[in-house]
Nanobody
Framework: QVQLVESGGGLAQAGGSLRLSCAASGTDVSRVAMGWYRRAPEKERELVAI???????IYANFAKGRFTISRDNAENTVSLQMNSLKPDDTAVYYC????????WGQGTQVTVSS
């Protein structure tokens, strides 16, 4: 049974930073692809970033140069460092394990004020 628990969301000002964390249990983040998605109000869920098992990373265009996905194998966590935040980054951010079946966390709210 895979469980993913996100934390670190909150309120930030435009230009500020937040660091999200995903604590995983029932899986090993060093052996699977992990990712972050987000869903803004009235919008579809969209990919933010992926880190594959070998450590390679993939970013959505809006995240390049601002967000960094990483993992801590010892802590079995995946993080998303978010810098230079914009109001349109406001969304619920979800951690996911990119396997079949796919597993999701409950999400953590990020709100960016102008």
């Amino acid at each position: 049974q895979v469980q993913l628990v996100e934390s670190g969301g909150g309120l930030a000002q435009a230009g500020g930073s937040l660091r999200l964390s995903c604590a995983a249990s029932g899986t090993d983040v060093s052996r699977v692809a992990m990712g972050w998605y987000r869903r803004a109000p009235e919008k579809e869920r969209e990919l933010v970033a992926i880190i594959e098992s070998r450590g390679t990373t993939i970013y959505a265009n809006f995240a390049k140069g601002r967000f960094t996905i990483s993992r801590d194998n010892a802590e079995n966590t995946v993080s998303l460092q978010m810098n230079s935040l914009k109001p349109d980054d406001t969304a619920v951010y979800y951690c996911t394990q990119l396997t079949v079946p796919q597993w999701w966390g409950q999400g953590t709210q990020v709100t960016v004020s102008s």
